[in-house]
Antibody, heavy 119, light 110 residues
Framework: EVQLVESGGGLVQPGGSLRLSCAASGFTYSGYWMHWVRQAPGKGLVWVSLINSDGSSTTYADSVKGRFTISRDNAKNTLYLQMSSLRAEDTAVYYC????????????WGQGTMVTVSS | QSILTQPPSASGTPGQRVTISCSGSSSNIGSNIVNWFQHLPGTAPKLLIYSNSQRPSGVPDRFSGSKSGTSASLAISGLQSEDEADYYCAAWDDSLNGWVFGGGTKLTVL
């Protein structure tokens, strides 16, 4: 079964750091681009970042540029999002998603992991 | 405020046809493919339409997508109670060098 499972969410203080993981299974992970998308409470989906299939190219939304780092380990079939200098407005459910190229379909999504930034 | 504009809500009765619009610009919808997603709170978003009008396997043909210029639309015919969900359009934006989503449309089946 094709599956993405996020983990690593939790409660963190403003200014703190957190690393999210997304474990992929059921497909050739190294052949796909990967994305992070988030949804703040009561709000819509917002794209956060993407990484190409071999990890050599990354792109970020302006709201997280310089604070978040996306990476992947193709040997472990795992995607990461290192988040630092966290703010209250980063509070959201974070989803990882499989992408078909830079502008192609996000065709498989995980169930999400909740990140709460609060003192 | 989202880069892609969707109506915040839509509604219909069982069996009806509803349409959800998505308005963008030349840097996103006007030059890139549009995807549509269905999202139920607490669950994984689901790809409904890709490449403007293509349905992934398993998506009923009651769902259809179209694009014209800088706008796109999602149509749902034969509305069913299980279609009640949030719907999002999305596309790559060449100016922002990133993906942009619509604000989402909450569909209510009356």
């Amino acid at each position: 079964e094709v599956q993405l499972v996020e983990s690593g969410g939790g409660l963190v203080q403003p200014g703190g750091s957190l690393r999210l993981s997304c474990a992929a299974s059921g497909f050739t992970y190294s052949g796909y681009w990967m994305h992070w998308v988030r949804q703040a409470p009561g709000k819509g989906l917002v794209w956060v970042s993407l990484i190409n299939s071999d990890g050599s190219s990354t792109t970020y939304a302006d709201s997280v540029k310089g604070r978040f780092t996306i990476s992947r380990d193709n040997a472990k079939n795992t995607l990461y999002l290192q988040m630092s200098s966290l703010r209250a407005e980063d509070t959201a459910v974070y989803y990882c998603a499989r992408g078909r190229g830079r502008g192609g379909a996000l065709d498989i999504w995980g169930q999400g992991t909740m990140v709460t930034v609060s003192s | 405020q989202s880069i892609l504009t969707q109506p915040p809500s839509a509604s219909g009765t069982p069996g009806q046809r509803v349409t959800i619009s998505c308005s963008g610009s030349s840097s996103n919808i006007g030059s890139n493919i549009v995807n549509w997603f269905q999202h139920l709170p607490g669950t994984a978003p689901k790809l409904l339409i890709y490449s403007n009008s293509q349905r992934p396997s398993g998506v009923p043909d009651r769902f259809s997508g179209s694009k014209s210029g800088t706008s796109a639309s999602l149509a749902i015919s034969g509305l069913q109670s299980e279609d009640e969900a949030d719907y999002y359009c999305a596309a790559w934006d060449d100016s922002l060098n990133g993906w942009v989503f619509g604000g989402g449309t909450k569909l209510t089946v009356l």
